[in-house]
T-cell receptor, first 114, second 115 residues
Framework: KAGVTQTPRYLIKTRGQQVTLSCSPISGHRSVSWYQQTPGQGLQFLFEYFSETQRNKGNFPGRFSGRQFSNSRSEMNVSTLELGDSALYLC?????????????FGPGTRLTVL | KNQVEQSPQSLIILEGKNCTLQCNYTVSPFSNLRWYKQDTGRGPVSLTIMTFSENTKSNGRYTATLDADTKQSSLHITASQLSDSASYICVVRRGGNFGNEKLTFGTGTRLTIIP
């Protein structure tokens, strides 16, 4: 079974621009969560989508948004980029089964904002 | 405040030696604790998950312990190999409804194995 894929792997943008990141979950997984990872803060939860609906949201400004499509693929958008948005953005998919509680992470998209 | 603190921040050991990584948490109510391994340039991969009633769980050369009374966990790596060089992240899930906003991540321990 193919793992979680994220595109692009690397991205360089300038302040004020916007960016869209894509995540394809493992086949059969309907839950996709997004995280921001920085050296000082570790992983911070952005939001979680299940069956095309945002189920939970972390403490990030409205510039960060996402959506999920009927095939469970998800996109994350960041508008009006700031220098502090430079980070590794990870997505993770799962079956959202309380008994297994296992998330499978993609390799991430490294975003650099200049 | 729900927090997960890991120590040390970084560790360098010789190949073949053992090491122990620490995780202290203040997350409440507690649901489970998971250790992840993250290789450079890759996403985290789950090593073990422990619930309140479990004290020890092993996965090959990795052994995790949990003391729910003191809210401490450790990850012991036996006979380290070069491939163990990675960041190890402790994650604690809060109890309640099942959403990933209930997860609190530690900042990780960067382990380097030298030959």
């Amino acid at each position: 079974k193919a793992g979680v894929t994220q595109t692009p792997r690397y991205l360089i943008k300038t302040r004020g621009q916007q960016v869209t990141l894509s995540c394809s979950p493992i086949s059969g997984h309907r839950s996709v969560s997004w995280y921001q990872q920085t050296p000082g803060q570790g992983l911070q939860f952005l939001f979680e989508y299940f069956s095309e609906t945002q189920r939970n949201k972390g403490n990030f400004p409205g510039r960060f948004s996402g959506r999920q499509f009927s095939n469970s693929r998800s996109e994350m958008n960041v508008s009006t980029l700031e220098l502090g948005d430079s980070a590794l953005y990870l997505c993770a998919s799962s079956t959202r089964d309380r008994n297994t509680d296992t998330q499978y992470f993609g390799p991430g998209t490294r975003l650099t904002v200049l | 405040k729900n927090q997960v603190e890991q120590s040390p921040q970084s560790l360098i050991i010789l190949e073949g030696k053992n090491c122990t990584l620490q995780c202290n948490y203040t997350v409440s109510p507690f649901s489970n604790l998971r250790w992840y391994k993250q290789d450079t340039g890759r996403g985290p991969v789950s090593l073990t998950i422990m619930t309140f009633s479990e004290n020890t769980k092993s996965n090959g050369r990795y052994t995790a312990t949990l003391d729910a009374d003191t809210k401490q966990s450790s990850l012991h790596i036996t006979a380290s190999q070069l491939s163990d060089s990675a960041s190890y992240i402790c994650v604690v899930r809060r109890g309640g409804n099942f959403g990933n906003e209930k997860l609190t991540f530690g900042t990780g321990t960067r382990l380097t194995i030298i030959p």
